[in-house]
């Protein structure tokens, strides 16, 4: 199977050579854990290597995104600039329909109504309020926004199109993004916050092709709380169940040895 560099490294060395190319990967862990980081290394990798990429943003505006890859040494400005890459900022289009809702904007940004153009989003005029209103995207709309012709996408979080879902809706619909970007051949890693995971019943992990678990707890040979990694799934890929720390370093993210004792998953 061909493989996706992750743009880490020692984690390439751990599976077998990156992530499985065309097939979909989660990335889940607590606040802080560094998964944004994790999407950050792929995309600037990727890009790196000639790929076509996009983002999807739903918590992070694109400026902050950019910003955050600079400072760890990951710049995709210039991939913006020739059009490599595409940062679709799904915040926005969420912040925005609050906001409305509450009378406090009564606009549609240009963000927005791209939104609307690539999703098919419906425009309707409610007896309650003045003027237009537009119906809240869903989870499966996310398709649009990822162009055919993507080597990868990375969509950060997605956890936060999970609320308000029922279990079955969300595998339902999880496993369709999951079929579709696998059909057109896109390598997909859909970060997902601890909160969303837990809330579905963690039933994310059967729809991927693989998992990634960060976690940060105290090691108890230091008493300093540390960042661990365990890759408890990666389908045609040979893989420890060793439990791995991890630094974020002024370059990203820096793999250290296996500590399985150190913790319990």
């Known amino acids: 199977m061909e493989r996706m560099p992750t743009g880490i490294a020692n984690l390439d060395k751990k599976i077998s050579g990156g992530y499985p190319e065309g097939k979909g990967i989660l990335i889940t862990g607590v606040p802080g854990a560094g998964k944004t980081i994790f999407g950050l290394h792929f995309l600037h990798k990727s890009c790196m290597d000639g790929k076509k990429c996009i983002m999807i ?19 995709l400005d210039s ?10 900022q799904v915040i926005e289009f969420r912040t925005r329909s609050v906001a409305r809702e509450a009378y406090l904007v009564d606009d549609f940004s240009d963000t927005e109504i791209e939104i609307i153009e690539e999703t098919h989003l419906d425009r309707n005029l409610r007896a309650d309020q003045e003027g ?13 926004l990822i162009p055919e012709e993507s080597d990868v996408a990375v969509i950060d979080n997605i956890g936060v199109l999970a609320f308000g879902l029922k279990p079955k809706e969300f595998r339902d619909k999880f496993d369709t993004i ?12 859909y970060i997902m916050d601890e909160a969303a995971y837990e809330m579905t019943h ?10 990634v678990k960060l976690m940060v707890k105290e090691n108890p040979y230091t008493g300093k709380n540390e960042r661990f990694l365990s890759i408890p799934k990666m389908r045609s890929t040979k893989i420890s169940l060793d439990i791995t720390i991890f630094d974020i370093t002024s370059a990203g993210i820096s793999l250290k040895g296996s500590k399985s004792k150190l913790v319990e998953l």
């Not at 943003?57 to 710049?75: H, I, K, N, R, W």
């Not at 991939?79 to 679709?88: S, T, Y």
């Open 57 to 75: 943003a739903t918590e992070e505006t694109p400026e902050d995104v950019m910003e955050q890859a600079a400072m760890l040494g990951l710049g």
């Open 79 to 88: 991939f913006i600039e020739n059009g490599q890459l595409q940062i679709k």
């Open 132 to 144: 237009f209103n537009i119906e809240e995207i869903d989870l499966i709309d996310l398709v649009r």
């Open 178 to 189: 999951n079929r579709l970007l696998a059909k057109q051949k896109t390598t997909a890693l």
């Open 202 to 211: 963690k039933i994310a992990d059967y729809s991927t092709y693989g998992s």
